[in-house]
């Protein structure tokens, strides 16, 4: 069947969106040292204020994430794409013109609000105006484009100064808004909109049902070796590579890089797996056998030199390039009147996960464990909790998405 105009529009602009997103969740991590030295910040002052300003970025993240998933079931999804990259593209904008750590912590804050909209906002309205055998290709669109934000922000932060940077970001997020006037609302929200018996956007109704609750939970509980290889083995893979007796030393941008090309890679050739199987849960469960068959060669194959460990980042990031799909699988599994409140917050509870992951990880290495072994039981568990995650939910990839869920009691 031929998609509509405004429909290819819509995948478009939501792929962008997640081209902004993916762009400014490395930008801070490029330009930390340059900006606060910059600040006149140095030694292991650099390094905690790093830590809080991402802290501070990841908290806005976790409360923009419910904050516009809400918004995004009580008064459209388009609206709340013009809110989010606004707010985004204004305070990103303003970091260029920051003078202490004060006013970078407010920003960070803030950007990561707006920025907690975009990708579920997105993929929320996404699947809702393509019909459901179209479904698993737009997402896919969304996330080849979208990931390559990652690569974008490595070559923009060296090419120009860090406060040329974040103007950079500001004026794209804003060039962005302006496409998105072309983009119509979903036929299913409108419906749900108009009927004003339905609760629209009420967290209560996750906990009110013990099969709703643990189906969210397991939304978030597949993504984690997600975030476990990117904020634990990729961010300390120069602790890995000491305990591992690997020579040269191992740096974290680089190792960043090639785990992005290859989870480029995977968003696409999974989104596109999906589609052939007619099966998102299979698609997910056959991405985390290959992941864990690589972190495998990892932990029980120890590598002896950098270009080991670098080749072996393509391939591990490549097997959690099923991010997009489970994305999507989190939007189908609950009803129109909840959908962008769960693809909104899901995704920002799984990055939030970082902070239990990483506090994991330095406490076992902290009690008389090396990094690579205190890797390994953090893998390990994250592994776990993602296939027990897989079996909770129901597959969703035939599911027309025009239903609701049950109202308060």
Same mark, same amino acid.
């Given at each position: 069947?031929?998609?509509?105009?405004? /429909?290819?529009?819509?995948?478009?602009?939501?792929?962008?969106?997640?081209?902004?997103?993916?762009?400014?969740?490395?930008?801070?991590?490029?330009? $930390?040292?340059?900006?606060?030295? +910059?600040?006149?910040?140095?030694?292991?002052?650099?390094?905690?204020?790093?830590?809080?300003?991402?802290?501070?970025?990841?908290?806005?993240?976790?409360?923009?994430?419910?904050?516009?998933?809400?918004?995004?079931?009580?008064?459209?999804?388009?609206?709340?794409?013009?809110?989010?990259?606004?707010?985004?593209?204004?305070?990103?904008?303003?970091?260029?013109?920051? *003078?202490?750590?004060?006013?970078?912590?407010?920003? $960070? !804050?803030?950007?990561?609000?707006?920025?907690?909209?975009?990708?579920?906002?997105?993929?929320?309205?996404?699947?809702?105006?393509?019909?459901?055998?179209?479904?698993?290709?737009?997402?896919? &669109?969304?996330?080849?484009?979208? /990931?390559?934000?990652?690569?974008?922000?490595?070559?923009?932060?060296?090419? !120009?100064?860090?406060?040329?940077?974040?103007?950079?970001?500001?004026?794209?997020?804003?060039?962005?808004?302006?496409?998105?006037?072309?983009?119509?609302?979903?036929?299913? !929200?409108?419906?749900?909109?108009?009927?004003?018996?339905?609760?629209?956007?009420?967290?209560?109704?996750?906990?009110?049902?013990?099969?709703?609750?643990?189906?969210?939970?397991?939304?978030?509980?597949?993504? #984690?070796?997600?975030?476990?290889?990117?904020?634990?083995?990729?961010?300390?893979?120069?602790?890995?590579?000491?305990?591992?007796?690997?020579?040269?030393?191992?740096?974290?941008?680089?190792?960043?890089?090639?785990?992005?090309?290859?989870?480029?890679?995977?968003?696409?050739?999974?989104?596109?797996?999906?589609?052939?199987?007619?099966?998102?849960?299979?698609?997910?469960?056959?991405?985390? /056998?290959?992941?864990? &068959?690589?972190?495998?060669?990892?932990?029980?194959?120890?590598?002896?030199?950098?270009?080991?460990?670098?080749?072996?980042?393509?391939?591990?990031?490549? !097997? *959690?390039?099923?991010?997009?799909?489970?994305?999507?699988?989190?939007?189908?599994?609950?009803? #129109?009147?909840?959908?962008?409140?769960?693809?909104?917050?899901?995704?920002?509870?799984? $990055?939030?996960?970082?902070?239990?992951?990483?506090?994991?990880?330095?406490?076992?290495?902290?009690?008389?464990?090396?990094?690579?072994?205190?890797?390994?039981?953090?893998?390990?568990?994250?592994?776990?909790?993602?296939?027990?995650?897989?079996?909770?939910?129901?597959?969703?990839?035939?599911? +027309?998405?025009?239903?609701?869920?049950?109202?308060?009691?």
């Amino acid at each position: 069947m031929n998609i509509p105009l405004k /429909v290819k529009l819509a995948v478009l602009v939501a792929a962008l969106g997640y081209f902004v997103d993916a762009f400014d969740l490395l930008l801070f991590s490029i330009l $930390r040292v340059s900006s606060l030295t +910059d600040l006149g910040l140095s030694g292991d002052d650099l390094l905690h204020a790093g830590k809080w300003l991402i802290s501070c970025q990841m908290w806005g993240m976790l409360l923009g994430g419910l904050f516009w998933g809400i918004l995004g079931d009580r008064i459209g999804r388009i609206k709340v794409l013009f809110g989010s990259i606004f707010l985004y593209s204004v305070t990103t904008f303003l970091n260029a013109f920051i *003078v202490d750590t004060t006013q970078y912590a407010i920003l $960070r !804050f803030l950007a990561g609000v707006g920025l907690a909209g975009e990708l579920g906002g997105g993929i929320t309205l996404v699947a809702e105006l393509l019909p459901k055998d179209k479904r698993g290709l737009g997402t896919t &669109i969304i996330a080849t484009i979208g /990931v390559s934000g990652v690569v974008a922000a490595g070559l923009v932060g060296k090419i !120009f100064d860090w406060r040329t940077t974040y103007m950079i970001g500001g004026v794209m997020g804003l060039l962005l808004m302006f496409l998105r006037f072309g983009v119509s609302e979903s036929a299913i !929200f409108k419906t749900t909109n108009d009927n004003i018996k339905v609760k629209k956007g009420d967290v209560r109704l996750l906990f009110k049902s013990t099969d709703r609750f643990l189906r969210y939970l397991s939304c978030i509980a597949i993504a #984690t070796p997600t975030w476990f290889l990117v904020g634990v083995l990729m961010t300390f893979c120069s602790e890995i590579g000491i305990s591992l007796s690997i020579s040269e030393p191992l740096l974290a941008s680089d190792a960043l890089m090639w785990c992005y090309v290859g989870l480029t890679i995977g968003d696409l050739v999974c989104g596109l797996f999906s589609q052939w199987l007619q099966s998102r849960k299979k698609a997910i469960f056959y991405f985390l /056998v290959g992941e864990t &068959i690589t972190l495998g060669i990892l932990f029980f194959y120890p590598l002896k030199s950098s270009f080991q460990f670098y080749a072996l980042c393509v391939p591990l990031g490549f !097997f *959690v390039g099923y991010w997009v799909v489970f994305v999507t699988t989190a939007a189908e599994q609950f009803g #129109t009147n909840l959908r962008s409140t769960v693809a909104t917050s899901v995704p920002n509870f799984v $990055r939030a996960t970082t902070i239990p992951m990483v506090s994991s990880f330095v406490y076992f290495e902290t009690s008389g464990f090396d990094a690579y072994h205190s890797a390994i039981f953090v893998g390990v568990v994250t592994l776990i909790i993602a296939f027990l995650g897989l079996t909770k939910l129901s597959e969703s990839f035939h599911l +027309d998405l025009d239903y609701l869920e049950e109202n308060l009691d």
